[in-house]
């Protein structure tokens, strides 16, 4: 779903994205040709070829699937729930692990931490999940050390990239990096996955002194990114017709330096307009403070958690006087991108790291009053990406194109819903938008769902798990009836 995806998700059922877009919609009468059918084999690979087995996720899949009563939904929940173990752990050993995003063969930070994120629950007591964990943690931390900068990589970290949107790009391409999209996102979900995995089991192996070095990394790649003195060393640029795809004289718009950190591209990997995401500074204080608890529990090192709590300090100091704006409306709102000036953008992207995606990620209270405007706003004509078909609505972005719908907001949406309806609502759109693929693809389009992108993405297929183990937990009611 993001800048990477440029080269695989025009390949759609062999339709490129120009036929995509230019396609005529087909409606059905009464029955949508996507609707639901009688016999649906699983979609999984046979054991033999799974590239990953966890004991604990396969009764896992047994003892949730039980539980939901629509068959359609079933079916795809176990597809899609161990979709990531079952296609993308390329190799696993004690210290290294390296994970792909599905279609294509590299590594992102941001996917690979939250493609392993919906076995949180499990690892501390299944050991095959518990290596995959500790190495997924390691590589991340040595991909770090390659370059803070970048937010893919090859899994051999002597290799030149072979993307072919990264090939000629001017920016400094290091040994083992795919592609160097400076994104504030990528480095906090690094953080995330390590504190996360911490707060799971208490299992003080992944975090050695080449984890605590890679942390500092974080820490100082944040804070050279405020912009304090200087313009910072990354630069950036690419050749390509869309202007999502590089950055204004290398290093963007101009900004006021206030203590935010500047992103260079969004979780999308579309470019920025105004460089403040406002979004993605939110998660970097909220990581920099679950970095700093598991700095001094795991390892006892006081001077990176105070570096860390500092630092998310002074963002967080930062976002309240600059992240809001204010709607036509009057009503108040975080924005989605600001310069410092006073200048403001408000939209959504179709990411977990969004302006949607804040309570499920932990980085704003599900009732917060200002976070519910914000959602509100984004899922409305208010947002000029949030998009409404004959097969249903939901939020898009530049990086695919118009008319598209992510069914990965619709996920995220969701989670964070306080209304069982609105959850029902949701899971019935992903059910009857996969073409009948039995998994969730990057987009579809709004009048016609058998018309999408990327057949293989991993992690929104893991988004749909999570998502259904987690309704499960919590809300089971929302999976006892037929949707």
């Known amino acids: 779903m993001d800048g990477r995806h440029g080269a695989g998700a025009g390949a759609t059922l062999g339709i490129d994205r120009r036929t995509l877009l230019a396609a005529p919609a087909a409606l059905a009468a009464a029955r949508p040709a996507w609707a639901a059918t009688s016999a649906r084999p699983s979609k999984r ?22 539980l939901i009563a629509d068959p359609k939904l079933a079916w795809m929940f176990e597809n899609c729930y161990p979709n990531t173990l079952d296609t993308t752990v390329l190799s696993v050993t004690d210290d290294d692990a390296f994970v792909i995003t599905g279609d294509i063969p590299c590594l992102w ?41 970048a937010n893919a990589f090859l899994q051999d970290p002597n290799a030149r990239t072979d993307l072919d949107s990264s090939q000629h790009d001017q920016t400094e391409m ?9 994104e504030v996102d990528s480095l906090c979900y690094v953080l995330r996955l390590a504190s996360s995995y911490w707060r799971a089991t208490k299992d003080r192996a992944p ?13 100082r790649t944040f804070r050279e990114q405020q912009r304090r003195d200087d313009l910072g060393p990354y630069r950036f640029q690419r050749s390509s017709v869309q202007p999502t795809e590089t950055q204004l004289w290398s290093v963007g718009n101009p900004t006021r ?25 939110i998660f970097a204080a909220r990581t920099l403070r679950e970095l700093a608890a598991v700095a001094a529990e795991a390892r006892g090192d006081t001077a990176l958690a105070g570096d860390a709590a500092a630092l998310a300090t002074e963002i967080e100091a930062a976002l309240a006087a600059h992240g809001r704006m204010r709607l036509a409306d009057g009503s108040e709102v975080w924005a989605f991108e600001v310069d410092g000036f006073g ?36 899922w409305s004509e208010r947002n000029p990406w949030f998009v409404r078909g004959r097969a249903g609505e939901g939020l898009g972005g530049p990086h695919a194109g118009f008319d598209l719908i992510w069914p990965m907001a619709t996920l995220v949406r969701a989670a964070s819903a306080d209304d069982e309806a609105l959850v ?40 749909l798990g999570e998502l259904i183990v987690t309704l499960a937990r919590d809300r089971p009611g929302a999976l006892r009836q037929r949707l």
């Open 45 to 66: 690979p046979p054991p033999s070829a799974r590239r990953f087995h966890s004991a604990a996720v396969e009764r896992e899949i047994v003892r949730v699937k039980r």
């Open 109 to 149: 930070l941001r996917d690979s931490s939250a493609q392993l994120r919906p076995y949180l629950h499990l690892a501390a007591g299944d050991p095959a999940l518990t290596r995959l964990f500790r190495g997924l943690i390691a590589r991340q931390a040595r991909c770090v050390l390659i370059d803070p900068y």
């Open 174 to 182: 290091k040994p083992g990096v795919a592609e160097r999209k400076w």
């Open 207 to 219: 975090f050695t002194a080449e984890w605590a070095q890679s942390a500092r990394a974080i820490v």
């Open 257 to 281: 330096k206030v203590g935010l950190i500047h992103s260079s591209f969004r979780p999308s990997d579309d470019a920025t307009i105004l460089p403040f995401l406002i979004p993605a500074n």
């Open 343 to 378: 200048n403001a953008l408000f939209m959504d992207d179709c990411c977990e790291l969004s302006l949607s995606g804040l309570a499920f990620l932990g980085c704003a209270a599900p009732d917060d009053p200002l976070w519910r405007r914000t959602e509100a706003a984004a």
């Open 424 to 463: 029902r609502a949701c899971l019935r759109s992903i059910r009857d938008t996969d073409a009948d693929t039995g998994f969730v693809h990057e987009t579809f389009h709004k009048d016609d769902p058998t018309r999408f992108t990327r057949p293989w993405f991993a992690w929104a297929n893991g988004l």
